[in-house]
Antibody, heavy 116, light 113 residues
Framework: QVQLQESGPGLVKPSETLSLTCTVS????????WSWIRQPPGKGLEWIGY???????NYNPSVKSRVTISVDTSKNQFSLKLSSVTAADTAVYYC??????????WGQGTLVTVSS | QSALTQPASVSGSPGQSITISCTGT?????????VSWYQQHPGKAPKLMIY???NRPSGVSNRFSGSKSGNTASLTISGLQAEDEADYYC?????????????FGTGTKVTVL
């Protein structure tokens, strides 16, 4: 069965760029769409965006000006870059597979703290 | 896009049935049959419980069911069990200016008394 695992720095300084990678195992990334979702501590979920293995993307208007999602099919990975981060971007970041219009499965999540 | 509205908390005794509501607008919940529900235990990743309003993924207990009326979707848990104590989030697909967007609910904490 497909499993997802997020990786990347747990601490990012304000105004810098947050970078995370999601590694897909147990299946090929070359099908479906793949998403990033985040959850600030003690708060709800926010969809960030998705990417298709072909490279087509779609982003939440709330972060569209700062976000880039890319895919590396040779490594079965996709990545998130969020620029000009502030404390408001502190959250657990999840990657997930988009199956038609639902997210399944999800990675375990990784906490990214924005602080100097 | 605003978050979908859910009650902050719902509780029930073991064996009882509870229902969690998820209220949106005609642009999201009411406009598409693309509501999904997620269960999240503390410190864990969300798990898909219901998709496309009322469909269960393989492996999810048939004690979980979903429905929709107008701009409000609902998740019902029947035969409540201790393991059902968790946070639950609804989500709806929507579209804005030809862009695909997903919006989540505010979340509901389910307590098993």
């Amino acid at each position: 069965q497909v499993q997802l695992q997020e990786s990347g720095p747990g601490l990012v300084k304000p105004s810098e760029t947050l970078s995370l990678t999601c590694t897909v195992s147990g299946g090929s990334i070359s099908s479906y769409y793949w998403s990033w979702i985040r959850q600030p501590p003690g708060k709800g979920l926010e969809w960030i965006g998705y990417i298709h293995y072909s490279g087509s993307t779609n982003y939440n208007p709330s972060v569209k000006s700062r976000v880039t999602i890319s895919v590396d099919t040779s490594k079965n990975q996709f990545s998130l870059k969020l620029s000009s981060v502030t404390a408001a971007d502190t959250a657990v970041y999840y990657c997930a597979r988009l199956v038609t219009v639902a997210f399944d499965p999800w990675g375990q999540g990784t906490l990214v703290t924005v602080s100097s | 896009q605003s978050a979908l509205t859910q009650p902050a908390s719902v509780s029930g005794s073991p064996g009882q049935s509870i229902t969690i509501s998820c209220t949106g607008t005609s642009s999201d919940v009411g406009g598409y049959n693309y509501v999904s529900w997620y269960q999240q235990h503390p410190g864990k990743a969300p798990k898909l419980m219901i998709y496309d309003v009322g469909n269960r993924p393989s492996g999810v207990s048939n004690r979980f069911s979903g429905s929709k009326s107008g701009n409000t979707a609902s998740l019902t848990i029947s035969g409540l069990q201790a393991e059902d104590e968790a946070d639950y989030y609804c989500s709806s697909y929507t579209s804005s200016s030809t862009l695909d967007i997903w919006v989540f609910g505010t979340g509901t904490k389910v307590t098993v008394l």
